[in-house]
């Protein structure tokens, strides 16, 4: 099964090179880690083992959820208020261990992602019929615990986090390793009392005339409510948001229906592991178009060779509109040596990799080229290029 066998590619086994005779490979590791799956969110917080956060990681999830209460001054992690447990705190379940992976991956969640980690934030507990407090700074000044909850949160990610996580600042993004997004019942008059902060919150439709996109990146919908679902999206995309649909069923039908309409996240509610949705969308398949200049086309099917002068030139287009690859890029001497992979994120249609940027390359000191492209839901192809 694929996934499975990414975890040993990323562990540091050999990748042998298609197309090229097993004595004339050159060994070496794989050029970078699996990217992660952008459209995967997993709300599997149900699960209460401790290990949610590291079971959507192993999954290559780029997008969890956590609901949170305020209990005796500690911000705990649960979905029901009565499975509380004192041990499970936002801070050790979650942002102490993304706060260590950022430090371990060079400012990142995953080595080859590119994207912000988003951590959505479910402020549960109580809230008033009128929740607007009469302070966002005194939390004493209050009326509802939900409130309370919010500055609680927001001054533990101001305070210890702020360093990893995306920031607003008076309409200005500033994108991190983590975006944190609070969700459900978040008293916005206190959001957007902090013209500076690290946070951001989601919405509804009806929210695209009072908020901003930069501060209300996200529309989130339950599913059943949705009758128009292409059009729903459309609509959240042209006012810029994100589209995140919840209470959504778990299988294969939704899934394509949700990604044939542009959802942006796939959202999975199941409580023993996240797999289901990660095996999905690996095996979900996206065309992409190798075009060769000067010279005939590159198919990713047959692997028809590059002539020398096209490597000056560019090497391959992306041919549907709004997907995007990880390209690795490596150009192997004839000595068998490589030069250091050069790693390239493209995204929409008709983005190209152009050599030139790179320099001048001789062509008769270099023997082949090899491009691994990875979709953000799996890899595409490793192809070699003779040169």
Request: negative net charge; proline residues 6%.
């Amino acid at each position: 099964m694929m996934r499975r066998i990414w975890a040993g590619l990323a562990a540091g086994a050999v990748v042998a090179t298609v197309g090229v005779p097993a004595h004339e490979q050159a060994v070496r590791p794989l050029a970078f880690s699996p990217p992660p799956l952008l459209h995967a969110h997993s709300h599997n917080d149900y699960a209460d083992t401790g290990h949610e956060l590291t079971q959507a990681l192993d999954e290559r999830f780029n997008s969890v959820e956590a609901d949170v209460w305020l209990k005796d001054g500690n911000v705990l992690v649960g979905h029901d208020e009565n499975d509380l447990n004192p041990s499970r705190t936002l801070q050790n379940l979650y942002l102490d261990k993304l706060a260590e992976r950022v430090r371990d991956n060079d400012g990142r969640v995953y080595p080859s992602g590119d994207e912000p980690f988003d951590l959505v934030i479910e402020l549960k507990g109580e809230v008033g019929t009128n929740d607007v407090p009469t302070s966002c700074t005194d939390e004493a000044q209050m009326p509802y615990e939900n409130g309370r909850l919010y500055q609680r949160v927001h001054d533990m990610l101001d305070n210890q986090y702020a360093g990893m996580l995306s920031a607003y600042d008076n309409g200005v993004v500033t994108e991190g390793a983590v975006k944190v997004v609070f969700s459900g019942h978040t008293p916005r008059e206190c959001v957007t009392a902090h013209p500076v902060r690290h946070e951001f919150f989601d919405g509804g439709s009806g929210d695209y005339g009072t908020y901003s996109a930069e501060e209300n990146p996200i529309t989130t919908a339950e599913w059943s409510s949705v009758t128009d679902l292409p059009g729903f999206v459309r609509d959240a995309h042209e006012h810029g948001r994100q589209v995140r649909l919840y209470d959504t069923p778990q299988d294969d039908d939704t899934w394509y229906s949700e990604l044939e309409a542009g959802v942006d996240f796939l959202n999975t509610d199941l409580v023993d592991h996240p797999t289901a949705l990660a095996d999905f969308l690996d095996g979900t398949d996206q065309y992409f178009g190798w075009v060769a200049t000067p010279g005939a086309a590159v198919s990713a099917e047959s692997g028809t060779g590059l002539t020398p002068a096209s490597l000056s030139g560019t090497l391959f287009d992306t041919e549907v509109d709004g997907i995007c690859a990880h390209v690795a890029v490596t150009f192997f001497r004839l000595d068998g040596t490589a030069e250091p992979t050069s790693r390239h994120y493209l995204c929409g249609a008709y983005t190209s990799l152009d050599w030139s940027a790179e320099g001048t390359r001789p062509n008769d000191d270099y023997a082949r080229v090899e491009v691994d492209v990875f979709r953000d839901n799996g890899p595409v192809v490793s192809r070699d290029f003779p040169t």
